[in-house]
């Protein structure tokens, strides 16, 4: 009873914070239509105004005489100096127009660089317009592209479990057990997993935080570090900023090691085209023949090698922003976001089929030990080869 | 579980160490231009 009470409450809560958020919301939006309303229909009263009055809101003669004879140019029209004309008598001295530059600021807009006494050199660009299309593209395409990837990877995810569950041993356990991966193999997938799940998280935070974590904890939670106590999330975001630099050196040591160990089996082989045509066994009944690595396990390695290695590469880039161009920076953490999101659906697919999606799966990354009808159901090929039923020398991986 | 725990140690280890020797090279972290950048968006 207790209990109930105490989520009754919090759906309460939830529900009282979600309908706050949104009359705000409604509240805002009709403020700005009243101000825009108002100012409309002030400006339509004015030209009203003036239009009913005929010339008596014109402007006084003298006026004119400060219109410019070309773009770019104010000269009085009658033609003499500015700062003596007919109408500059009651104008200060100092207060006479200026010289615009169009021809200057057209080249600052197109990119020319200044020279600059700072060991900076890039601070003689005074604007870089490509760096307005880059934070367009990150802010707007970029953020919505993960959004519905992210959502729609979920998505599907579940649609799957909803349709296959999950994914059973033909015949129940053995409980006999057979070596899967070593010590050896099973660290540099932790390695590189756990580097992965902080860079992917943290990096997330660094494209979503201010829209999603502020919207969560709130803008003081969200605020910056050094102004409140209660900048709880600014302190994650700090240290996962931090994170994010560093370990992303372990993550490129992770892979290095992968590429070791498992490039030899992640090549191509004979049984991989009836894999692909049998959907992997997991839409269909029946379970296709694979070795070590089946076609979808070799397409997570290399997605892994080749994307993470594109990651990786742009991420050094970018921690050393002195060797390279402004816009090389744009394109390099361009495609380090888009291909970083890229990778996260990827392997919160692999997360889900390791885990969740498939009975027995986690334990050939867990204890390195997986179940005999496990492993012949779904690697059966490679079944053979480590008991010498292939007809040749057993290629390790002994039967328990 | 030894071989998480080892990838875990072994994953602080290696980003203190490259912490160090970027340190070493003169390098903080709020020189890192994107994503400190990315951060104040």
């Known amino acids: 009873m207790e209990i109930r009470m105490r989520l009754t409450g919090m759906c309460g809560g939830i529900c009282r914070g979600i309908c706050a958020r949104l009359a705000g919301a409604a509240l805002i939006g009709l403020a700005f239509l ?43 029209q009658g033609g003499g100096d500015v700062q003596k004309g007919a109408g500059a008598g009651n104008l200060p001295k100092t207060a006479g127009p200026q010289q615009s530059q169009p021809r200057m600021w057209r080249d600052i807009r197109r990119g020319i660089q200044g020279k600059v006494s700072i060991p900076n050199q890039k601070a003689g660009y ?3 317009s490509q760096g307005q299309m880059w934070r367009e593209l990150r802010n707007t395409k970029v953020f919505k592209f993960g959004a519905w990837l992210l959502a729609g990877t979920v998505a599907v995810l579940l649609l799957f479990f909803i349709y296959r ?18 010590n050896l193999e099973r660290f540099a997938h932790w390695l590189t997993a756990v580097t992965f799940i902080i860079l992917g ?46 370990l992303g050196f372990a993550f490129i040591v992770g892979i290095v090691l992968m590429v070791v160990i498992w490039l030899r089996q992640n090549l191509p082989d004979k049984y991989d085209i009836p894999w692909l045509l049998k959907g992997g066994g997991l839409i269909t009944k ?9 076609f979808g396990q070799k397409m997570i ?31 390099n953490q361009y ?66 | 579980m030894k071989a998480f725990l080892a990838g875990c140690v072994a994953a602080v280890a290696i980003a203190v160490v490259a912490a160090l020797v970027l340190g070493g090279l003169g390098m903080s972290s709020e020189e890192v231009f994107t994503i400190a950048q990315s951060v104040r968006l």
């Open chain 1, 301 to 331: 390695f290399w997605s892994v090698v080749i994307v993470g290695g594109i990651i990786s590469y742009t991420g050094v880039m970018l921690l050393f922003p002195e060797s390279k161009s402004l816009i090389d920076m744009q394109s």
């Open chain 1, 165 to 182: 569950r999950r994914i059973p041993i033909d015949g129940g356990e053995s409980g006999r057990t057979m070596e899967r991966f070593n």
């Open chain 1, 201 to 246: 998280l943290s990096g997330l935070n660094l494209l979503y935080g201010k829209s999603v974590m502020a919207w969560l904890v709130g803008n003081e939670a969200f605020a910056a570090p050094n102004s409140s106590a209660k900048a709880a999330w600014a302190v994650v975001t700090e240290v996962g900023k931090i994170a994010h630099n560093y």
């Open chain 1, 286 to 294: 029946g379970h296709p023949a694979a070795r070590k690595f089946n």
């Open chain 1, 126 to 128: 005074l604007i870089q």
């Open chain 1, 335 to 400: 495609w380090h976001a888009v291909l970083s999101l890229v990778m996260i659906a990827v392997i919160i697919a692999h997360i889900y089929i390791g885990s969740l999606g498939m009975k027995g799966a986690f334990q050939a990354m867990g204890s390195g030990q997986v179940d005999e009808n496990w492993a012949k159901q779904h690697h059966s090929a490679w079944v053979d080869e480590v008991t010498g039923k292939d007809g040749k020398a057993p290629a390790g991986g002994a039967a328990e």
């Open chain 1, 34 to 76: 009243l101000v825009g309303g108002v100012a409309d229909v002030g400006l339509g009263w004015t030209n009203q105004a003036a239009a009913q009055s005929g010339g008596s809101v014109r402007p006084p003669a003298s006026a004119n005489k400060w219109a410019p004879s070309k773009p770019g140019k104010i000269v009085p």
